[in-house]
């Protein structure tokens, strides 16, 4: 192991306990996710690179891994580490938010498809799944023309999403990451993974409309900040008056306190923030309030765990110290020599 590559690791190790305070998916694993995110760093020398002179971006990237509840798992296609503007980000794929939407329970199921020139596709009443056929085999199916997302909700209703591709363009043109491209010939995603874009374009729009969750706002608010995609957050709306505050990044930073006490004092210090924004000042209050509960769970369990293993030492130390009583006894009877009673 290079001896940068061994200075990033122990930079990931070192965050097991700040990575279980802020875990909202008690399914992960630290040392699941430590490991791959240890293989996605070391995979090659550029992105090696990157993580050594910006060590804080690899401790910030795997900290939100916990906080949105994304797993790096190469096998679930869920989220990736990337290099991106001098930085190592958190890249949650359109797969990764359809899943953290099912697990969430935001929605029961989804899927996101492109629509190309040659395809049929057909809208059937609201609470119907759209009509969508192809060969998918073919290699004649057309350049794109769109592409839609449908998603089933717990009340059993089917919602569809479609967007024309000149939108998704759009949306495209506007990002820094596509700006970034065409100025300076910058690896992209929207050249790299154009398809893969695409969709998660549609699914970032569609989402509005689908019941809210907190993992789910959390991840589309850190794709288009921290993630550096640039694309235009729909939650914002221009109407907003110039002081308001979006409360998902002072939540994400909540979640990284790793003690109850400064979760505590973290509440104390933001809640007036959002004074004029009672909505928000209850999304805040809630999430701490879940957040201190799991540190105090947490604390509660190594204290138990502390206490029985104190029982078990003590335990061990008596039964070396004292005499079995059998064994006494027969000593007692046979002037000496054991005798079993």
């Not at 060969?135 to 059993?156: C, E, H, L, W």
């Amino acid at each position: 192991m290079s001896n940068a590559l061994s200075i990033i690791t122990d930079d990931i190790y070192a965050l097991k306990d700040n990575f279980q305070a802020a875990l909202s998916n008690r399914s992960l694993s630290f040392e699941r996710e430590a490991g791959f995110a240890i293989q996605a760093i070391s995979k090659n020398d550029y992105t090696l690179g990157i993580a050594s002179k910006n060590r804080q971006s690899v401790v910030n990237a795997v900290t939100n891994i916990a906080a949105i509840g994304i797993s790096l798992n190469p096998a679930r296609k869920q989220a990736y580490l990337v290099p991106r503007k001098n930085e190592i980000c958190l890249d949650i794929s359109y797969m990764g938010l359809l899943d953290i939407a099912i697990e969430s329970g935001s929605i029961k199921w989804g899927q996101c498809k492109i629509v190309r020139e040659n395809d049929r596709f057909e809208l059937n009443r609201l609470d119907e799944l759209p009509t969508h056929t192809h060969n998918p085999f073919g290699k004649d199916r057309g350049s794109i023309v769109g592409v839609y997302i449908v998603v089933k909700t717990a009340d059993g209703d089917y919602l569809t999403h479609t967007m024309e591709i000149e939108k998704v363009y759009d949306i495209r043109d506007r990002s820094e990451s596509w700006k970034a491209y065409l100025s300076k010939k910058v690896t992209s995603p929207w050249v790299t993974d154009e398809e893969e874009m695409i969709r998660k374009t549609c699914v970032k729009q569609a989402y509005k409309y689908w019941p809210k969750t907190e993992r789910l706002d959390s991840a589309i608010h850190y794709l288009n900040t921290e993630g550096h995609e640039g694309l235009q957050d729909i939650n914002q709306s221009p109407e907003k008056p110039a002081d308001w505050i979006d409360v998902m990044p002072l939540i994400i930073e909540a979640k990284r306190t790793s003690t109850d006490a400064d979760a505590l004092a973290y509440w104390k210090a933001n809640n007036g923030r959002l004074a004029k924004q009672p909505d928000d000042h209850a999304k805040l209050k809630n999430a701490i309030s879940a957040h201190r509960q799991s540190l105090r769970d947490a604390e509660a369990s190594q204290v138990v765990d502390a206490e029985v293993k104190e029982v078990k030492k003590e335990s061990k130390k008596e039964s070396t110290e004292s005499p079995d009583a059998d064994f006494v006894a027969g000593l007692d009877a046979g002037n000496g020599d054991y005798i079993p009673q």
